[in-house]
């Protein structure tokens, strides 16, 4: 196994270490979500190292492509869900952003099976990115009334994108659902 494949299964094995501290005080309310927070970030930061490893050494390899965007989805699926349990996200965002995940994952399965290869986009990577600030400002949740204007700026920022990359994705890709002859 290579070392970006290595660091896509790390993630997916810190998720667990994460829900826990996240829905369970081990150390205390305030170093129990320094330490999902901390957690979080990391298995994030594997997630930009290990595709840039991959294509920068062309180690790019079928259990990459399968898992690296399923790693990716149960990473930031366990979180909104921790977060919607402690009631710190609304249930509404979580299901925008976990129903869009599961219809590009459909739209490329069915693209797959049609040797069709859909590229991650611009707005992907911008949604990707306010959604993982999101989640770490969230985990935080200071007690700081900025702070909190600044969470929800973002949060909303980060549904928005998470429509806009769907409808990007579904304008540039309709051709898929086509029925094929």
Known sequence: MNLPN???????????PFVVFMLVPVWGDTLSMYAAAAIFIIAS???????????KYNLVTNF?????????????????ICLTAGGRLNAWVSIIIISREFI???????????????AASYWGKFKTTFQMVMIVMLILDFDNGLYQICAVIVTYIAVILTVISLIDYIIKNKDVLKEQK
């Not at 660091?7 to 667990?16: P, S």
């Not at 990459?64 to 909104?80: E, I, S, Y």
């Open 64 to 80: 990459g492509k399968f898992m690296d965007p399923l790693a990716d989805k149960l990473l930031v699926a366990a979180a909104l």
């Open 6 to 16: 290595k660091l896509t299964v790390l993630r997916v094995i810190l998720i667990l």
């Open 104 to 118: 590009i994952s459909g739209f490329r399965l069915v693209a797959s099976d049609n040797g069709i290869v859909i």
């Open 45 to 55: 930061f594997t997630d930009l190292l290990d595709g840039k490893i991959a294509r």
